[in-house]
């Protein structure tokens, strides 16, 4: 894989270009996404953002989101902005398994593949890319990648909107470990090029129906179960609560970072039944990697102190998995 300044030739002259992203996409994977579409069309390109999967409804005010295409309802329309382009970016995942229903596609295109992505072990399928592992969100690395080029004059309200929602929500609101320095000064950045943050904060954590705030209480009391004697918290979701309380895509988003707010808990697990498979999601504090937990025991990865995984097992066989996996690691977490 090149280096991703490498690709400066590449955007000397309009090509077709498609940016996607991983299923379900989050506020990063969309930020980032929507964030370069706006660059490269300042550039000349012609430029279609391409998402696996719909995405959460409170994404939507994102600027250029309404312009998206859902590759799941309309495959149609998105294998023909596939045809024969120049470029595809794949932004905030690192392996095509990660695109669903896109990875064969994606897998036999002969464009030239562009990775920008934050997480370890990239797939060696891109010929252009980084893969910063220091980097708190990909929407940053897309402002760095700007700056690289000697573009950063071209970053202008919309994309600033973009960049920062998706570093805000994979930073934990600037509380994690990977809010560093290099993330202030861009924000600061942003802020000198006339970035509202208190609206973005408002469109994505002031934004849900009733049902999913009673969903919440609904886990908290009746879901969670605590495990002191390994510092250990998690939450498990029946299909049936997803159907009760209607719930949407991003509606289960930010839930397991409520376990870590309980006093000496060091691991967090959120466990959903989706009915096709079942979805984890780790978060941790102090020393414990939960990308190599993850790895280990549930065929996931991500970052030191957030990751995901998935099991095939039922959701009981998935709990019990999970505690006899918190058993094994008993030590790492005292």
Request: glycine share 6%; charged share 25%; proline share 3%.
């Amino acid at each position: 894989m090149k280096r991703i300044e490498e690709i400066k030739p590449l955007l000397e002259t309009p090509k077709r270009v498609v940016i996607t992203m991983h299923q379900k996409p989050d506020a990063d994977a969309m930020g980032s996404s929507l964030a370069l579409y706006h660059y490269l069309r300042q550039k000349g390109h012609d430029v279609t953002v391409i998402s696996p999967t719909n995405f959460p409804d409170f994404l939507i005010w994102m600027p250029g989101a309404k312009e998206v295409i859902d590759f799941e309802s309309m495959q149609d329309k998105a294998l023909k902005a596939l045809e024969g382009i120049d470029l595809l970016f794949c932004l905030d995942f690192n392996a095509l398994y990660r695109t669903k229903g896109m990875e064969p596609y994606l897998t036999q295109m002969a464009c030239t593949k562009i990775l920008v992505d934050h997480h370890l072990e990239p797939q060696p399928v891109f010929d252009y890319g980084i893969s910063d592992t220091t980097a708190a969100s990909t929407a940053q690395l897309i402002y760095e990648i700007i700056y690289k080029l000697g573009d950063e004059d071209l970053i202008n309200e919309d994309m600033a909107q973009c960049i920062y929602a998706g570093t805000m929500t994979d930073t934990g609101s600037f509380r994690f470990t990977s809010t560093s320095a290099r993330v202030h000064r861009m924000v600061a950045d942003l802020f000198d090029r006339g970035l509202k943050h208190e609206i973005i904060h408002s469109a994505i954590y002031d934004n849900f129906l009733e049902n999913r705030l009673r969903f919440l209480g609904h886990s908290l009391l009746n879901r969670m179960e605590v495990y002191y004697e390994y510092n250990t918290a998690m939450i498990a979701i029946p299909y049936t609560d997803l159907k009760r309380f209607d719930l949407q895509t991003g509606d289960t988003e930010g839930v397991v970072n409520f376990l870590l707010s309980i006093q000496g808990i060091k691991l967090a697990a959120l466990i959903i039944d989706r009915h096709a498979e079942i979805k984890l999601s780790f978060r941790s504090k102090g020393d414990f990697d939960v990308n190599t937990f993850a790895r280990k025991y549930f065929d996931g990865g991500g970052h030191f102190h957030a990751a995901g995984g998935h099991s095939s097992e039922t959701l009981e066989r998935t709990v019990q998995h999970f505690i006899e996996a918190i058993k094994e690691n008993e030590e790492q977490l005292q």
